[in-house]
């Protein structure tokens, strides 16, 4: 693939740098996990009134229509402004397409427009104690009855929930079914007492997810995405877009945190050191490929129309340079890269769920074996 930007694409970079010079978001405020949730949650208000917001999202919708590139680039750029991600992330990436795809044109005049503006705020009910990457054998339950939905189950990692109003909640609905099959998927309204959220402490000290408690909760029939029975396929959907989205801020990230390092390993004179040279120059060779790995994505979605399993392989990669930049960062800076609160301690530490967020490394290789290599399933 080309790489060089054509003048749209470099217009649009310009006009972007240009509008997040003028709206620097500024540091974080060191108010707890809700004065930083407060803090992204303005920055996707002022994106959104300036049309930022949902860029990749079509113009009908309340988007930009950008194209892939110009997606990839906005996102590239928000990192490199050092910019949160919005507030209402997995709503723009997640929940928004997901709709789009399978929603009812009722569906999509009543939920697409509030998640832009960070107006509700959406999180993602698939995982349960017993149910993570084998997602299917999930056991929350829903029954239909007098026309709605009443719903019983636990979930948990539910990132975001203590802040939102709708869920992509994938429940039972057949239990008799072969386990794909019985699945249906839910928007469901967080805003009622059968919902419990109680927010788990990480080993950052932050509370990013949550264990959902659900006592029977109701979901009208018309909150239903995708026809009933359907939940397994739409949840592949929300699933793609999940591994694909992020990767171009990622990588940036990645960038610069590496460049930081360099920085400390510069200002200590440990640039001389082979060693040290060696494993730098490592990470710079990982961060590139995984840069240029994410542009190739661009094509296999340009393909297919919508993103296919190549970002497994950019989310494996990402991970496990992170973790290794991160820990490289405390072999190289010693115990003060783990002083508790310091910004290396909490790089390391956040590092460690890389690696299962959004699939585990182990599940992604097997999808990559298989779906990208072509190579026999394990099983
Ligand atoms: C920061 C963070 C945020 C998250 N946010 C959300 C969220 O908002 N919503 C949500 O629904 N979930 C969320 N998750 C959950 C995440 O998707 C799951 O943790 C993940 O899918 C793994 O599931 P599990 O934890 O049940 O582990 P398991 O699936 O029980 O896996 C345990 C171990 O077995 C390995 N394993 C499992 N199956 C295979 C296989 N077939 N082949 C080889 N090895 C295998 C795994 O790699 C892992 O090492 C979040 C997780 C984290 C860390």
């Known amino acids: 693939m080309d790489l060089t930007f054509t003048e749209q694409e470099t217009a649009f970079r310009d006009e972007l740098r240009a509008w997040l010079s003028e709206n620097d978001p500024g540091e974080p405020p060191q108010t707890g996990d809700d004065g930083s949730y407060g803090w992204r949650r303005d920055f996707q208000r002022r994106l959104a009134d300036a049309g930022w917001a949902a860029v990749h999202w079509p113009v009908e919708f309340g988007g930009r229509g950008a194209t892939l590139t110009e997606s990839a680039i906005f996102f590239e750029e928000l990192a490199r402004a050092r910019a949160p991600l919005p507030a209402n992330v997995l709503g723009l990436l997640l929940a928004g397409p997901t709709i789009m795809i399978w929603g009812a044109e009722e569906q999509k005049d009543r939920f697409l427009a509030p998640i832009v503006t960070a107006e509700e705020i959406w999180c993602q009910g698939f995982s349960e104690p017993e149910a993570g990457s084998d997602l299917a054998s999930l056991k929350t339950r829903a029954v239909k009855h007098d026309g709605e939905w009443v719903v019983t189950g636990q979930k948990v990692w539910t990132s975001g929930a203590q802040h939102s109003k709708w869920c ?72 793609m877009n999940e591994r694909a989205g992020l990767a171009f801020f990622l990588h940036v990230r990645l960038r610069q945190v590496l460049d930081e390092l360099i920085v400390e390993a510069s200002e200590r004179g440990l640039l001389e050191d082979p060693i040290v040279a060696d494993r730098l120059g490592e990470l710079h060779a990982k961060a590139e490929i995984l840069r240029l790995t994410a542009y190739r994505g661009l094509t296999a979605i340009e393909k297919y129309g919508q993103p296919g399993p190549e970002g ?47 699939g585990t490394t182990e599940v992604l290789k097997n999808i990559v074996a298989e779906r990208v290599l072509g190579l026999p399933k394990a099983r």
Request: proline residues 3%.
């Open 168 to 239: 992509m909640l994938v429940a039972r609905t057949d239990a008799e079914a072969p386990k794909h099959k019985g699945l249906t998927y839910f928007l469901m309204d967080m805003e009622q007492d059968a919902v419990q959220v109680r927010p788990l402490r990480q080993i950052t000290g932050e509370a990013e997810f949550n264990e959902l408690f659900i006592e029977e909760a109701r979901i009208p029939d018309e909150n239903v995405l995708g026809g009933v029975g359907n939940g397994w396929k739409v949840a592949l959907t929300t699933l």
């Open 312 to 358: 497994s392989l950019t989310k494996w990669m990402w991970s496990d340079t992170n973790q290794q930049l991160t820990q490289f960062a405390a072999d190289l800076l010693g115990p003060e890269a783990l002083d508790t609160g310091s910004r290396w301690s909490y790089e390391l530490l956040r590092a460690r769920g890389n690696s299962i967020e959004g």
